[in-house]
């Protein structure tokens, strides 16, 4: 097939690309300054924040206008804290203390970490009303299940990421919170009327446009009432339609990665998935994570074919194309414009000081904000202090066991740390299979400790469930759960912890409230 090399140069300002390892290879470079939009990084690009600044900074040599875009969500979501934990809460936590003004500070604060390690692009905030409690990709991505207060918390997410000179992306439209399956496996429906949209799923992105955010992500959903048959990222009533003509939306629409199920399944490949997007209305095209050369050229011929044989308007490249410049031109004018970022407030974090951490908060909410501290890492631990929920007389001794139920993890988390581990110094973890033992080996192993028992949605699977319903009846035990709350509470626990998230700054309070031995600092453990 011949292509047009004027077309394929046009094709590659509406990709974003990606590679592997923390450099990037001579070809990425090579398209880049070819004219390919940008790249998405993914953990494996992030050794260290100052690893970090020399390969974005190496990318902007290339070309400075380029887009370096990254996942950076806060709380179960980090690509900058993917080795140890991210030093922020995420979304559920900042809904359960529902205070705007906390919100709009922690994620300025993420903006700054990011602009100091040369990202202008963040694909956050999530903005999903995640009204599905077993919804297996947004959980704690969310601020919530109240279409009010996630919209109110999408406005200052957008607001404190943009004050950084960092550019936001609201996430997943038209709504991924009603989802019971992930889109990265299979195509989800949300089979529900348009009305019900608009009351439930819509508001936060309303809310995030009126924000000024510079970008939206598109879903790779099926929602009939809308998008018909197909996803919502090729759908043009959906982006079009709604998202441009109704809500007056004028910034980029970036889709998710288009290596998922849920697009490349749909339209038979990732090229011919980019063809679908553009046509529909999408500006921005995130391949996905597992790419190489060949794979982009693929994807920029096939849509510079499809230019060229009328299957896509030219006028419609053109049109993304140029959207996608001016977005450059917004970052690389507020990278010039920002102040500079205090390195303070940078991730990973540093060694944190314990020896004078302020006891927990009873329910998410307490100790309103008075003067938020300028350090990113105490910050983050202020957030999650408020948003620690504590029921009961947790059964804290110097020494107890700690038993954390093993877990997986979403395509979109990644395999990121969590749990009390960095912060128990000489306490006890052992890391268990709800499957594989029961809750009378565990307090034979306890040897008269009482014993803390540590999960994400422990609720939701009948086997952990079950046994730590029969070890609270039978033995003092603490439940700190890290994942989506819900209201099941094993009867006889001593305590309940919610965290609403597993960020390190969460691991951290619930240390703190379940008054394990403080060691005068900890080094995060990466594992």
């Given at each position: 097939m011949t292509v047009d090399p004027g077309l394929r140069r046009l094709a590659l300002r509406t990709l974003l690309a990606a590679f592997p390892g923390p450099s990037a290879p001579d070809w990425a470079l090579d398209l880049l300054a070819d004219g390919l939009a940008g790249f998405t990084l993914f953990g494996t690009n992030v050794d260290s924040v100052d690893q970090l600044s020399r390969l974005t900074a190496r990318l902007r040599s290339v070309r400075s206008d380029a887009l370096i875009a990254i996942d950076e969500e806060g709380g179960d979501v980090t690509r900058l804290g993917h080795r140890t934990g991210s030093p922020y809460p995420g979304n559920s936590a900042l809904g359960a203390v529902d205070d705007v003004e906390l919100t709009r500070l922690v994620y300025a604060a993420m903006g700054r970490d990011l602009a100091a390690a040369g990202v202008n692009l963040d694909l956050a905030p999530t903005v999903d009303v995640n009204t599905a409690a077993e919804n297996p990709i947004i959980g704690t991505r969310s601020f919530g299940a109240d279409p009010a207060l996630v919209a109110r918390h999408s406005a200052a997410a957008v607001t404190g990421l943009q004050s950084a000179g960092v550019a936001a992306c609201a996430k997943h439209f038209p709504g991924h919170g009603a989802t019971v399956t992930d889109s990265h496996l299979e195509l989800p429906t949300v089979d529900e009327p348009i009305d019900v949209l608009r009351e439930r799923d819509l508001p936060p992105f309303a809310a995030a446009v009126a924000a000024g955010t510079r970008a939206v992500m598109s879903a790779h959903i099926r929602v009939p009432a809308l998008t018909g048959d197909g996803p919502a990222t090729f759908s043009r009533a959906a982006l079009e339609g709604l998202l441009r003509t109704e809500f007056g939306f004028r910034g980029v629409i970036v889709t998710d990665a288009l290596e998922m199920r849920g697009a490349a399944g749909a339209a038979g490949g990732i090229p011919q998935a980019a063809v679908a997007a553009l046509a529909a209305g999408a500006d921005l095209l995130c391949i996905g994570a597992l790419v190489d050369q060949d794979l982009v050229l693929a994807v920029?011929?096939?849509?510079?074919?499809?230019?060229?044989?009328?299957?896509?308007?030219?006028?419609?490249?053109?049109?993304?194309?140029?959207?996608?410049?001016?977005?450059?031109?917004?970052?690389?004018?507020?990278?010039?414009?920002?102040?500079?970022p205090d390195p303070r407030s940078t991730a990973p974090r540093p060694a944190v000081s314990l020896a004078a951490a302020p006891p927990a908060a009873t329910s998410p909410g307490a100790a309103p904000l008075a003067a938020a501290p300028v350090d990113g890492v105490e910050l983050g631990l202020l957030a999650a202090r408020r948003a620690l929920l504590v029921e009961g007389e947790p059964a804290t001794a110097a020494d107890p066991l700690v038993v954390q139920f093993m877990s997986g993890h979403s395509i979109a988390e990644g395999k990121i740390p969590w749990g009390l581990r960095p912060f128990l110094g000489s306490v006890e973890q052992i890391d268990v299979i709800a499957t594989e033992i029961t809750a009378d080996e565990l307090i034979e192993l306890a040897a008269g400790r009482p014993i803390v028992l540590v999960g994400r949605r422990v609720h939701q699977s009948s086997v952990t469930r079950d046994l730590a319903e029969k070890l609270s009846a039978a033995w003092p035990t603490t439940v700190v759960e890290m994942g989506w709350p819900s209201p099941w509470r094993p009867d006889g626990a001593k305590g309940f912890l919610v965290t609403h998230g597993a960020s390190l700054a969460s691991a951290q309070v619930a240390a703190e409230a379940l008054g394990l031995p403080r060691p005068a600092s900890v080094e995060p453990i990466d594992y």
């Open positions: 920029a011929d096939e849509v510079a074919a499809a230019a060229g044989d009328g299957r896509l308007a030219l006028v419609r490249l053109e049109q993304a194309a140029d959207r996608n410049s001016e977005l450059a031109s917004w970052v690389a004018h507020a990278r010039a414009t920002s102040p500079s």
